[in-house]
């Protein structure tokens, strides 16, 4: 059996990856918030355990794992776009337009990830349906004397758990000096945190023995990995931006119920992701959502490609001319595909992945397969990390085949703008939408791309 190597957090080592049981191995990542599209960042902790995943059931079997990601549906950032949302005069109670929200967002993250190549997890807990399970827990918490109860909230006292800070490596002292944490009268310490708050009458909220009230965010972690794994589970993933606070307090509360050994056996944090060398923020308008680099005519496996050519555990820089090369590379090998079928995967790929998931490792195997024209053996690679070859030319000459009708009607669109049709420039711009073209005006013209939802039939009834 091939051996697994995985950089551990907790113990800053990569170290030799047992199960704690073989025939059930389990592995849980922080899933999103659910209140707006995922941005790139978001879809690096997804690929990254996808292909952990992928890994796992190529060497335990499909049967023998099983991956669980949640959904956060419930949070202030949700409730507020449901507010956004009434104020604009959307019909519907305000907890109604909150999982109107949560839905569709769910809906479309799924969708996002699967252009993406990603499977779908065993397992997509939605918080709100473990409200029971939290409460019971933070009940248990303040009767071993690690929670209290103040003023409708309930705050976990994080001076009775001496490990507090050893995953994400920070003392309670430096964390107290260094962080921005919120000074509320009623905190013991300023790190205590919150298993249990109080909710205002129109939003979500659920009876408690503390009053009406809603979760702390870390709680849900906690309480559904007990619910779905038991006290103990082999992997917890998450991009690294969550080792402090969430993390740390996720184990603090589980392994103060449940012992040091218990939760996580292993903790994988991602690093984050950048874009042309900058942080990704809405200021600087290098904020990219998933769909927006679908729509933008990116195919989901040349994104996927960019992303695995850095290792997780190295910051990522998002390029165009990555993706270009990227693009390159998996037309290439489209065009030597031919008939061959996957063989089995070739060890040096799975060495590669087994070694803490070497992903560029296992690429650059990848190009010498192709070198030695071992295609079979080039295809099983590809499966395992999840890509598909793409056919670029295709793109190419799809886009080459609509050139003359598209310029057509961006003609007229700007004929009718002049005569003030606007009937004729509306149904043009409405039109281009429904096709999947996207246009974009520039100071020197109107630059169009074709969607991966491009519908030609429907651009056809435009003319
Ligand atoms: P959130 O919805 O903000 O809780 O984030 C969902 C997941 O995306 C978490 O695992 C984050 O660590 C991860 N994440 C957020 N931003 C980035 C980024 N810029 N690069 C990599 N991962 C990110
Ligand atoms: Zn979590």
Not at 24 to 35: E, N
Not at 387 to 416: C, H, Y
Request: a negative charge; one cysteine or more.
């Amino acid at each position: 059996m091939t051996e697994i190597k995985l950089y551990n957090t907790k113990s800053r080592q990569k170290e030799a990856f047992t199960p704690l049981d073989d025939q059930d191995v389990r592995m849980y990542v922080c899933g999103p918030t659910v209140y707006d599209r995922a941005h790139i960042g978001n879809a690096r902790p997804v690929i990254v355990f996808d292909v952990l995943y992928r890994l796992l059931r190529h060497v335990y079997g499909i049967d023998h794992v099983t991956y669980a990601r949640n959904f956060t549906d419930v949070d202030d950032k949700i409730n507020a776009t449901a507010q956004a949302r009434k104020e604009a005069g959307a019909a519907g109670s305000l907890v109604e337009l909150i999982h109107q929200r949560a839905d569709e967002t769910i809906a479309w993250y799924l969708e996002d990830m699967n252009a993406l190549g990603n499977l779908v997890p065993d397992q997509a807990p939605r918080a709100t349906e473990f409200i029971a399970e939290m409460i019971t827990m933070t009940t248990e918490l303040i009767a071993s004397g690690h929670a209290y109860e103040a003023e409708g909230h309930v705050l976990f006292d994080v001076t009775s758990y001496d490990r507090y800070g050893s995953l994400s490596g920070r003392s309670i002292d430096d964390m107290i000096a260094g962080a921005r944490v919120e000074v509320a009268p009623y905190k013991r310490n300023p790190m205590d945190f919150v298993l249990w708050k109080p909710s205002s009458a129109d939003l979500p909220g659920w009876d408690s023995p503390w009053g009406w009230g809603r979760p702390g965010w870390h709680i849900e972690c906690s309480a559904m990995t007990k619910a779905l794994f038991g006290e103990r589970f082999d992997i917890h993933g998450g991009g690294l931006d969550l080792a402090f606070p969430h993390h740390e307090n996720e184990k603090a509360q589980s392994c103060c119920e449940a012992g040091e050994d218990s939760f996580a056996q292993v903790w994988m944090h991602n690093e984050m992701l950048q874009v042309e060398g900058k942080k990704m923020s809405k200021s600087l308008g290098n904020f990219f959502s998933v769909r927006e680099l679908l729509d933008q005519g990116y195919p989901g496996e040349v994104i996927r490609f960019v992303f695995l050519s850095t290792h997780y555990r190295k910051p990522m820089d998002w390029t165009e001319k990555k993706a270009r090369e990227a693009e390159a590379t998996l037309g290439r090998w489209h065009r030597m595909r031919g008939e061959n079928k996957p063989s089995k995967v070739p060890q040096a790929v799975l060495n590669a992945l087994a070694d803490d998931v070497n992903t560029p490792k296992a690429i650059s195997e990848l190009h010498d397969l192709a070198k030695s024209g071992d295609i079979s053996g080039l295809l099983a690679g590809l499966e395992i990390l999840g890509l598909r070859t793409i056919n670029a030319e295709i793109a190419a000459d799809i886009r080459e085949s609509w050139k003359e009708l598209i310029d057509q009607l961006l003609m007229d669109r700007k004929q009718a703008r002049a005569d003030k049709n606007f009937a004729r420039a509306d149904e043009l711009r409405d039109g281009f939408a429904r096709a999947g073209v996207l246009i974009k005006d520039t100071p020197d013209g109107p630059v169009w791309e074709l969607s991966k939802d491009f519908d030609a039939e429907k651009l056809e009834a435009l003319r």
